[in-house]
């Protein structure tokens, strides 16, 4: 599965695997007068899911440079920027089965412990007065995931677009052990009302990770344990809200944005 820009590799399916996860141009996903790169991306596989290694080359402002296991790594993200990524998901199945789109920093495309920030639907975790709802998920190194559930509703067969902003902090003024550790804020909007503009006044859900547990470089999905039972399409990373959203009628300034599109 290869396709779309900004990414240094094709999409690979966990232990190579040839079957479940397919690109096609049918059925199509709509929202709202989005525009839409051509392909969808259909899952799943056997509990398996797929992944691609960004360039972020092609990212130079929302990129950094760190020291990472002895050698120098390029990661997503650079002090006192906002990285925006949009995607359409569409669960097909009532169940409660996991859905979703993930940032990690593996060595591996697909989907590992090393997920950091993932944005879908999360099985159990994520349920809001006993209905299944769009959720955030974030991890530190060592510890659990943490489910943070929207009121959004995932409706079986309706796609919904799901926007996820990551506000990097400033660098420190110094490495004095007095320095509190810098924090990034990391918001979910779902199903926002205006595209191709600025961001939405409140986040459906929003929480906090120190900075340096953002060290990711790679972007997975998981689509469902079995074939056609969920799909995505018009995954975008870019600078700002109006770059990830783009409509005919609503172009943006900083457009095109480079993009993770199937």
Known sequence: MAGGKGLASPWEVQNK??????????????????LLPPGVISGGDAYQSAGRHLDLSALPGLSRTADHNGGEVTFLGKSATTVYLAVLLQ????????????????????LTDE???????????????????WSLLTRQEGQKPVVQPTTAPVEPGKPALLVLAIHFPPEPPSASTTTPVPVARIELFVNPAVLGAGVPARPDVSTT??????????????????????????????PSFASVTPTADRPAADRPAPATEP
């Open 115 to 133: 997920q950091v920030v993932s944005v879908g639907f999360f099985g159990l975790p994520s349920q809001h007065d006993g209905r299944r709802v």
């Open 91 to 110: 669960k097909s199945e009532d169940s409660d089965q996991a859905l979703f789109v993930c940032l990690h920093g593996a060595g591996v495309p697909w």
């Open 209 to 238: 990770l120190p900075a340096d547990a953002l060290r990711v470089h790679t972007v997975a999905i998981y689509l469902g344990d079995a074939p056609l039972q969920g799909s995505l399409a018009a995954l975008r990373i870019g």
């Open 17 to 34: 695997a040839r079957g479940g996860y397919t690109v096609s141009t049918q059925p199509e996903m709509a929202y709202r007068g989005l």
